[in-house]
């Protein structure tokens, strides 16, 4: 039996592989991904590329709320995913880290240039609304349809999920 504050919860995690869509070169508006440039002081090896956690949380939270807009379900869902100013979130996005080290550059990224992903949502029981709006992270993140950055209306920033990433559901003690 649990003692003190600690509670059984329900964890699940998403890990898998973002690929930046690429296109051929000869194509007006070549879709490329922004990168965060490391400054001095950050917490990471000079040339490791990378898309901020805070980045994708963001491109989630937007789609999520546009989702919500479409099918009039409640935006207080998306708020207890995503946390507010009085709450904290139920899910967290890792920054994901560049996997095919090639030369660094900063700004854009190359097409087919591959990042991992690492996102993990954690409460004490499964919540369905909240559940299927995490199925439809999946789902919109394989279909390719999430662009991230800058003139992303134009195609850029395309990001396609690897086919084999799913949620998968560990548990575990929380304090």
């Not at 504050?5 to 007006?28: H, M, Y």
Request: one cysteine or more; glycine letters at 10%; charged letters at 25%.
């Amino acid at each position: 039996m649990p003692e003190g504050n600690v509670s059984q919860s329900i964890r699940f995690e998403l890990k898998g592989t973002l690929t930046a869509i690429g296109v051929p070169a000869d194509t007006p508006y070549r879709r490329r991904v922004a990168v965060h440039e490391p400054k001095c002081g950050d917490m990471i090896e000079a040339a490791s590329d990378f898309i901020p956690g805070s980045s994708i949380r963001g491109l989630l939270r937007h789609h999520l709320e546009r989702v919500c807009a479409w099918q009039k379900c409640e935006p207080t869902t998306v708020a207890q995913l995503f946390g507010t100013t009085t709450t904290a979130a139920r899910l967290r996005v890792s920054d994901a880290r560049r996997l095919d080290q090639r030369a660094p550059v900063f700004g854009d990224v190359e097409p087919d240039s591959q990042f991992s992903l690492h996102i993990v949502y954690e409460r004490g029981g499964k919540d369905d609304r909240e559940w299927l709006l995490l199925n439809e992270i999946v789902r919109a993140l394989k279909a390719g349809e999430l662009c991230l950055g800058g003139k992303s209306h134009l195609g850029r920033g395309q990001l396609r999920l690897s086919g084999d990433s799913d949620w998968r559901a560990c548990t575990g003690a929380v304090g």
